[in-house]
């Protein structure tokens, strides 16, 4: 069975970090597309960031840009998103996905649980 674990969520206060973990089992991450997406309360879900299966090439929503990191650990089956200088704005429940391209991302079946990132002094 494919699933996908989100964790690492949690209080931070203003200007703190954290960094997300996105956990595969039942399939192999290498394979696939990783993206990190957020949705805040009363608002759509927005794209954060995406990383192509190798790792060699990222994208991020301008909105946390120079801010967040994506990265990916093949050998641990795990996408990670480290997440400075957060901001209120930030506050959110953080999902995973995974897709074959960045391009597919949003449409894909293959999505986590969700992490709230809570960024509040």
């Known amino acids: 069975q494919l699933q996908l674990v989100e964790s690492g969520g949690g209080l931070v206060q203003p200007g703190g970090s954290l960094r997300l973990s996105c956990a595969a089992s039942g399939f192999s991450l290498h394979y696939y597309a990783i993206g990190w997406f957020r949705q805040a309360p009363g608002k759509g879900r927005e794209a954060v960031s995406c990383?192509?299966?190798?790792?060699?090439?990222?994208n991020y929503a301008d909105s946390v840009k120079g801010r967040f990191t994506i990265s990916r650990d093949n050998a641990k089956n795990t996408a990670y998103l480290q997440m400075n200088s957060l901001k209120p704005e930030d506050t959110a429940v953080y999902y995973c996905?995974?897709?074959?391209?960045?391009?597919?991302?949003?449409?894909?079946?293959?999505w986590g649980q969700g992490t709230q990132v809570t960024v509040s002094s």
């Open positions: 990383i192509s299966n190798s790792g060699g090439t990222a």
């Open positions: 996905a995974a897709a074959w391209t960045c391009a597919d991302i949003a449409g894909t079946d293959y």
